[in-house]
């Protein structure tokens, strides 16, 4: 079984519950085709560098998920193209190291505001 991240940007102008519902959709379409969804992530709405359909934010997710089958990423992105809220998506596969980086970041290991509290509580003491 081979890992793979999915990362994709909603139009800004989705609701909430729309955004949820798309995100909730594309799970689905993996879960359906055996895969084995690892992690969902929703990033939230976000600035992007550069404009695409005049749009200058979008709504970020992140989907990690192991699959045997290599059409399933045909699958997965054909549906990307067709939904029209999808503006962009890209698909990895995974390798071992970043297999392993993900699940540290998914622990918390690399989150910045844990390392400045205890910053300030050496120089505190």
């Not at 991240?5 to 799970?27: G, H, M, R, W, Y």
């Not at 560098?49 to 054909?78: C, H, M, R, V, W």
């Amino acid at each position: 079984m081979k890992n793979y991240e999915t990362v994709f940007i909603l139009n800004p102008v989705l609701s909430e519950d729309q955004a949820k519902d798309t995100v909730e959709k594309f799970v689905k379409i993996l879960t359906k085709a055996k895969a084995e969804v690892i992690n969902v992530e929703k990033w939230g709405l976000k600035k992007m560098a550069y404009p695409i359909q005049n749009k200058s934010t979008g709504f970020y997710n992140l989907i990690e998920f192991t699959t045997a089958s290599s059409d399933l990423i045909n699958t997965l992105e054909t549906e990307y193209r067709r939904d029209e809220s999808v503006m962009r998506f890209l698909t990895v596969a995974l390798d071992k190291h970043a297999v392993v980086y993900n699940e540290r970041r998914r622990k918390g290991e690399f989150n910045r505001n844990k390392k400045q509290t205890t910053r300030k509580e050496e120089v505190a003491a």
